[in-house]
């Protein structure tokens, strides 16, 4: 089946720890993302890669860090310097490029710390 | 920057016609998206406009103006599956032209 799998559903972890959000497409799409959304909130942007081995910030990335070392894959590090990460995580890719194409979402990671 | 406005809640009856407008600021557009989510879980697609005009999609329909900054979601004869936050948002150009800048959403609670 092709999609976009983040895992795990439910995470929870103790404040001061590092954690890592997995997303991993095999739409073979060049463009992934990462989004933060809190309740009854939109979404933010935190990251964006457009190609393998490139990745930029978006508008809330302090406390965060990816890669993207394989096309396939771009996890999120959550780090000890997010202020407040309890949050819903949404992974989305798309075709890339300058064309109209939309993202397409994974189906998000609840991360709770404590 | 992007700034994004969307009414935080509306309500409407079974069968009826509800009109979720958008309006937003940009430093650049490159068209906007329309997107329905269900409290829990991912956004999924329901339409694009790029160009001034209706774009109708079966019961759902976009319109965007540009020139306003402008944009309604109209969904028409409500069934209670359509409650979900509908999220507007908006493409950048150039370099910027791969990120969404979205609102914060508009719940809609379709009452029998």
């Known amino acids: 089946d092709g999609g976009i799998t983040q895992s795990p559903k439910y995470l929870f972890r103790k404040e001061g720890q590092n954690v890592t959000l997995s997303c991993e497409q095999n739409l073979n799409h060049d463009a992934m993302y990462w989004y933060r959304q809190d309740p009854g909130q939109g979404l933010r942007l935190i990251y964006y890669s457009q190609i393998v081995n490139d990745f930029q910030k978006g508008d809330i990335a302090e406390g965060y860090s990816v890669s993207r070392e394989k096309k396939e894959s771009f996890p999120l590090t959550v780090t000890s310097a997010q202020k407040n990460p309890t949050a819903f995580y949404l992974c989305?890719?798309?075709?890339?490029?300058?064309?109209?194409?939309?993202?397409?979402f994974g189906p998000g990671t609840r991360l709770t710390v404590t | 920057g992007q700034n994004i406005d969307q009414p935080t809640e509306m309500t409407a009856t079974e069968g009826a016609i509800v009109q979720i407008n958008c309006t937003y600021q940009t430093s650049g557009f490159n068209g906007l998206f329309w997107y329905q989510q269900h409290a829990g879980e991912a956004p999924t697609f329901l339409s694009y406009n790029v160009l001034d005009g209706l774009e109708e999609k079966g019961r759902f329909s976009s319109f965007l103006s540009r020139s306003k900054g402008y944009s309604y979601l109209l969904l028409k004869e409500l069934q209670m599956k359509d409650s979900a936050s509908y999220l507007c948002?908006?493409?950048?150009?150039?370099?910027?032209?791969?990120?969404?800048?979205f609102g914060g959403g508009t719940r809609v609670l379709v009452k029998p």
């Open positions: 989305a890719t798309s075709l890339g490029g300058q064309g109209s194409y939309e993202q397409y």
């Open positions: 948002a908006v493409r950048g150009l150039g370099a910027a032209g791969n990120k969404l800048t």
